[in-house]
C-alpha cells in the first residue's frame, strides 16, 4: 500500500527566504506526482504536476522535482511571501494501469509560515 | 483551471441524522470522486463516483454509510448517513482533467 509522508510538518520562515519542501513514497510505481496548496475554506489548489518521466516543473517562482526511483519530490519555492502561507499537500497517482485514475495517496501535509 | 462548486459549504448536525452534499463540476466529466479530510488528516479517498453505474468504493468505506448519486456528467451527490461525532470531517469532491486532480472548495461537517 502506497504511503507519503511530508517533512517537515510545519514551517515558519521570515519573508524573502527560500525554502524546501520534502515529500517522500513507499511504492516507486507513481503515475504522477503533484503538489498542492491547501487554504483555509478554499480547498485545495493544483501547483505543479510531474509526470513519472519527468525530473522536474516549474511554475514562476515554484520548482517541483523527481526522483522516482528514491521515492522523493521536493518543492522549492524562491524569496517566499506572505501570501505563501498555506498548508501544501503532496499526493500520488500509483500506476495501476488505469484503475488509480484520480486516486491520489496524499501526505499529511507542510504548514508553512511566512512572517514578514 | 476547472471550477468545482459544493453545498453546503458547512454544516452542524445532529448525531444519528444524515447530510447530503452536492458537488457541481464545470465540464462533463465520467468520474467525480469524493474525498474525506477529517481533523489534523490528510486527504482519503471515499469512492469513484461513475455516470451510468456503481460508485466504487475504497476499502473502509460502504455504501450504507456514504451513499452516492451521479444522475448526470457534471453532478454528483455524497450522503453521509447515521452520523456520529466520528464523521466530523471536510468532505471534498473532485474531478480529472488530463492528468491533473482539481477539488471543490470542500463541506466543513461537524456532528455533536
Known amino acids: 500500500k502506497q504511503e507519503v509522508t511530508q517533512i517537515p510538518a510545519a514551517l515558519s520562515v521570515p519573508e524573502g527566504e527560500n525554502l524546501v519542501l520534502n515529500c517522500s513514497f513507499t511504492?516507486?510505481?507513481?503515475?504522477?506526482l503533484q503538489w498542492f496548496r491547501q487554504d483555509p475554506g478554499k480547498g485545495l489548489t493544483s501547483l505543479l504536476l510531474?509526470?513519472?518521466?519527468?525530473r522536474e516543473q516549474t511554475s514562476g517562482r515554484l520548482n517541483a522535482s523527481l526522483d522516482k526511483s528514491s521515492g522523493r519530490s521536493t518543492l522549492y519555492i524562491a524569496a517566499s511571501q506572505p501570501g505563501d502561507s498555506a498548508t501544501y499537500l503532496c499526493?500520488?497517482?500509483?500506476?495501476?494501469?488505469?484503475?488509480?485514475?484520480?486516486?491520489?495517496?496524499f501526505g499529511q501535509g507542510t504548514i508553512l509560515t511566512v512572517h514578514p | 483551471s476547472a471550477v468545482i462548486s459544493q453545498k453546503p459549504s458547512r454544516d452542524i448536525c445532529q448525531r444519528g441524522t444524515s447530510l447530503t452534499i452536492q458537488c457541481q463540476v464545470d465540464?462533463?466529466?465520467?468520474?467525480m470522486f469524493w474525498y474525506r479530510q477529517q481533523p489534523g488528516q490528510s486527504l482519503t479517498l471515499i469512492a469513484t463516483?461513475?455516470?451510468?453505474?456503481?460508485?466504487?468504493?475504497e476499502s473502509g468505506f460502504v455504501i450504507d454509510k456514504f451513499p452516492i448519486s451521479r444522475p448526470n456528467l457534471t453532478f454528483s451527490t455524497l450522503t453521509v448517513s447515521n452520523m456520529s461525532p466520528e464523521d466530523s470531517s471536510i468532505y471534498l469532491c473532485?474531478?480529472?482533467?488530463?492528468?491533473?486532480?482539481?477539488f471543490g472548495p470542500g463541506t466543513r461537517l461537524t456532528v455533536l
Open positions: 499526493a500520488v497517482t500509483d500506476n495501476a494501469g488505469g484503475t488509480s485514475y484520480g486516486k491520489l495517496t
Open positions: 511504492d516507486s510505481a507513481i503515475y504522477n
Open positions: 510531474i509526470q513519472s518521466s519527468q
Open positions: 465540464s462533463q466529466v465520467t468520474m
Open positions: 463516483a461513475n455516470q451510468g453505474s456503481e460508485a466504487t468504493y
Open positions: 473532485s474531478k480529472s482533467s488530463g492528468d491533473t486532480q482539481y
